[in-house]
């Protein structure tokens, strides 16, 4: 989803701790949490203490060890920090496709940098300790840097994965539609045949691509039979051209696939995740399924610009919504493993994302289930299970808290007010 209206910066209030590493790598931290939701269970914990020693959580129990500095969250839940599998910094909302054109034709690279930088501080306030930030969006590199900044503690922000440029086939992704004679920039990188694909998957990697986002499909209709169909926009041919040279280089795949053959020509490539899927076929979902591949559902952005580009003569995204529910039910009962992802950007970045929680309930996902895709599920996805996801000793200390029991109440996750990354406070209520 892409294509935004401008918006003003309202910054939060940002407190980040300002020690040297050398003092948090000695530094202990004892959370006083009333309750805990620690990535695996049903159920919330009840006055847990989770200390941290540097950047690591070193114990989860009952007592503050002598000498810790003790952070009283006893009216508070604390879960690990959340992750949102599915964002874009460098955009600022793409109702419409006048939305869209403004910010790639007005606003300059260095410009959106400025703007993303803003937007990656309000990921980590709103509680998204890690994103995956799945292209630019006509904005180069730009997120490469914006990763950089963070991990060299220039600017605040979350843990990044980013996709840089992405790729789509020629004709087939905005700015479209002015003169053949007036050169303009588009959102994604064009590739047309399985050399040229190959060589901007080569491209994107060296210049700091983590994954490789592809756009599968576009052109969108529902057929007489309720079947969401589409146009391919790659080549099989194509595609698993992408896919093999990402994995050669041990580097993953997105695809962006709303229907029928983009998510086909995607499952059949080998893609490492699927974006959107608003419509999946049962055979798909079971190959997913099978061969571990990701279902990110990205629901609350969808009924986001629905009404928006209805009016813009597209009526199609409003019947998605419902197809979209349908898909999601199908793939929980499929067992596909599905990863919480909003496409912030795609809507203001002042709507705190944290409202897809609420989405995937309303779709059929118990609160618990739509907290573990937003900790351990998009940790696997990430393939940074290991050292993050879940509230166990030994983890990186990526932790956040809300004012509520999120299991009883899932839209508490939209009022977090405790933010710790990597043992360094953020924010705290
Ligand atoms: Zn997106």
Redesign the pocket.
């Known amino acids: 989803?892409?294509k935004g209206a401008l918006v003003g910066g309202i910054l939060f209030l940002v407190i980040g701790s300002g020690l040297a590493s050398a003092q948090i790598a000695t530094r202990t931290v004892a959370l006083r949490c009333g309750g805990l939701f620690d990535g695996h269970g049903d159920s919330v914990r009840k006055n847990v203490v989770v200390v941290i020693e540097g950047d690591k959580i070193k114990e989860v129990g009952n007592a503050a060890p002598s000498g810790a500095e003790v952070i009283d969250l006893s009216h508070e839940t604390c879960l690990p920090g959340l992750i949102d599998t599915?964002t874009?910094v460098m955009l600022n909302g793409d109702i419409t496709a006048e939305d869209y054109d403004e910010q790639l034709l007005k606003e300059s690279p260095e410009y959106r940098t400025i703007r993303a930088t803003v937007n990656a501080r309000r990921a980590l306030e709103y509680g998204f300790t890690s994103i995956r930030d799945?292209e630019t969006e006509g904005a180069g590199y730009a997120d490469a840097d914006v990763k950089k900044a963070i991990n060299n503690g220039v600017i605040p922000g979350p843990r990044m994965q980013v996709a840089t440029r992405a790729l789509d086939v020629t004709g087939a992704y905005p700015l479209q539609g002015y003169a053949p004679n007036v050169m303009v920039p588009h959102g994604v990188q064009l590739v047309d045949g399985a050399d040229s694909a190959r060589q901007a998957v080569r491209e994107q990697i060296s210049h700091g691509a983590d994954w490789i986002k592809v756009y599968s499909d576009r052109s969108y209709r529902v057929r007489e039979d309720g079947v969401l169909d589409d146009i391919p926009t790659f080549t099989l041919e194509e595609l698993k051209a992408i896919v093999d040279e990402a994995h050669r280089e041990r580097h993953k795949v997105a695809s962006?696939a709303m229907a029928l053959n983009g998510v086909h020509n995607s499952v059949e490539a080998g893609v490492d995740s699927i974006?959107h899927g608003n419509y999946i076929a049962e055979e798909d979902l079971k190959k997913m399924e099978a061969r571990g591949i990701f279902y990110v559902p990205t629901i609350y952005v969808g009924e986001y610009v629905a009404q928006g580009r209805a009016a813009e003569g597209a009526p199609v995204w409003v019947k998605m919504i419902q197809i979209h529910e349908d898909t999601f039910r199908r793939a929980m009962k499929a067992g596909v493993k599905i990863a919480f992802g909003t496409?912030a950007g795609?809507f203001d970045w002042k709507v705190n994302p944290a409202k897809e929680f609420s989405s995937m309930v309303k779709f059929g996902m118990t609160p618990a289930q739509a907290l573990r895709a937003a900790t351990v599920t998009a940790a696997e996805l990430l393939g940074v299970q290991d050292s993050l996801g879940s509230m166990e000793v030994g983890k990186v200390a990526d932790i956040v808290a809300v004012p509520g029991d999120p299991v009883a109440d899932v839209s508490v996750m939209e009022k977090v007010d405790f933010v710790m990354k990597g043992g360094v406070v953020e924010r705290r209520p």
Request: overall charge negative; cysteine-free.
């Open positions: 989803m892409k599915h874009h799945l962006h974006e496409d795609g």
